[in-house]
């Protein structure tokens, strides 16, 4: 198999005891993912879950000096370019991917943004999948507590519930009803039911030009509908004000209008937009183009090789902490309608005439 | 980069990602690169009109915002253009502020 261009950095994240690093163990035992770079990070004095790791090579690194999302800028950064320089030296196997074990605690973003900000990493090195655990045992009360939780869950590219086999069934189905309304179009696999496919796991990602198409149509495979009755309850939760919508537009629209309007958005409410993830159609361009952001990280955009389905209008998936739907889709409106002088910027072409 | 203010070009921003197989960017030639660069200040020059502020290019490198007085700052992309405008206004740039959407979508900025 020929040597990706940019290595995909994947994150296994979740919060304090949701296994984390039980599917890192089980991942890293399958042969597929044997030229996998490992960094475990672990909050506190001492590294210990690289202990429940049996496989301690030398393209594994432990961090060790506290929460990754605090010391980002340096040791993470360091550790993958370290790891980047062996490997070309042929100290290291050449490694195709690199997984990042967070701690429970951290907040994904900066881990994230380490990755696509550093001007080294950025040039041998993407994003690949942010694969979440949470513990079906004690996961409504972590996400209903922790706003690190929440986050996690509504960041993740692939979601893996553990512990199943020790909760209630019906528990664990409430458990995924509030999983779907964070995040409606991640992946859910059942750690403890069958065996994980560590392909799907940690490929198929929109950057992966072979999966870019099937991780696009999954995006908006799922029903992104309110769940009002949901919402009704336990308004002091803290998820409570999360909620996810798709937004679709007719016609080609302006991908400058576009990148003006998210770029002003983030600015101002990069926090609260947990997510956003869309298939456009850009006016000037046959491909459909694939944009994805969290929080005030956007990805590159990519073009895709063809429209995962019939539909050809520009679709828009948000996962928002508390933010108006109504506002986010009239404003986007009032700016694609902007008309610089350049014939272009219109959703309707007819609503300008 | 420019060898006379030293400032460096290429900011990596996503509306101006450079050119790589599969990636959709509008930074794949200089021509290409200069009509991208004019159509966005017109349109942000629309945005930017709600709240008194000009933008100009400068060395088809960064852009120049600036107040009504004349305050004047230099910007790398469209990140930076949003967090220099609410500082030299001294409140937020929201496009989620109705009266901003109002104005927008009667009058087309």
């Given at each position: 198999m020929a040597e990706p261009i940019f290595i995909p950095v994947n994150l296994i994240t979740g919060f304090l005891g949701s296994g984390k690093t039980t599917l890192l163990q089980r991942l890293l035992s399958d042969p597929a993912l044997a030229d996998t770079a490992v960094l475990i990070n672990e909050f506190g004095e001492v590294g210990l879950d690289h202990h429940l790791l049996e496989r301690i090579d030398d393209t594994m690194v432990l961090l060790q000096s506290g929460c990754l999302c605090c010391t980002i800028r340096g040791e993470l950064s360091a550790a993958i370019k370290d790891l980047h320089s062996k490997r070309e030296r042929g100290q290291v196997p050449r490694f195709r991917r690199v997984v990042v074990e967070s701690t429970g605690?951290?907040?994904p973003f900066p881990i994230l943004s380490t990755v696509q900000a550093d001007p080294v990493l950025r040039h041998h090195f993407r994003l690949g999948n942010v694969i979440t655990t949470v513990d079906a045992v004690n996961g409504t009360a972590q996400l209903a507590r922790q706003p690190e939780c929440t986050k996690q869950v509504a960041v993740a590219d692939r979601l893996v519930l553990t512990k199943t086999d020790l909760a209630q069934a019906a528990a664990t189905d409430a458990l995924i009803s509030r999983l779907r309304r964070l995040n409606p179009s991640a992946p859910l696999s059942h750690a403890a039911e069958a065996p994980l496919d560590a392909e799907a796991l940690l490929s198929h990602d929109l950057f992966a030009t072979a999966g870019r198409s099937e991780a696009a149509r999954r995006w908006f495979a799922a029903?992104?509908?309110?769940r009002d009755d949901e919402a009704?309850?336990?308004?002091?939760?803290?998820?409570?004000t999360i909620h996810a919508f798709a937004l679709s537009f007719d016609g080609p629209l302006d991908w400058t209008l576009f990148g003006l309007w998210l770029t002003m958005l983030l600015n101002r409410h990069g926090e609260k937009l947990l997510r956003v993830k869309g298939i456009l159609n850009v006016a000037g361009s046959s491909a459909p183009v694939a944009v994805h952001g969290v929080q005030h990280l956007v990805h590159p955009p990519v073009h895709m090789t063809a429209w995962p389905d019939a539909d050809r209008r520009s679709r828009l998936v948000f996962i928002v902490d508390g933010l108006d739907r109504g506002l986010i889709e009239r404003s986007l409106q009032a700016f694609l309608r902007l008309d610089a002088g350049n014939g272009v910027g219109v959703l309707d072409q007819q609503a300008l005439a | 980069m420019c060898a006379l203010c030293g400032v460096l070009s290429g900011s990596g921003h996503w509306t101006d990602a450079a050119a790589r197989p599969g990636l959709f960017t509008r930074n794949v030639d200089g021509l290409q690169r200069r009509r991208e660069r004019g159509h966005r200040i017109a349109c942000a020059s629309r945005v930017l009109n709600y709240y008194g502020l000009t933008l100009s290019d400068w060395q088809a490198s960064s852009y120049v915002l600036s107040t009504a007085t004349g305050k004047t700052e230099i910007v790398d992309n469209l990140t930076h253009l949003w967090a220099t405008a609410e500082k030299l206004l001294g409140r937020p740039c929201d496009p989620l502020d109705p009266d901003l959407i109002l104005r927008l979508e009667t009058s087309g900025g």
């Open positions: 605690l951290a907040d029903e992104v509908t309110p009704r309850h336990d308004r002091n939760r803290h998820d409570e | -």
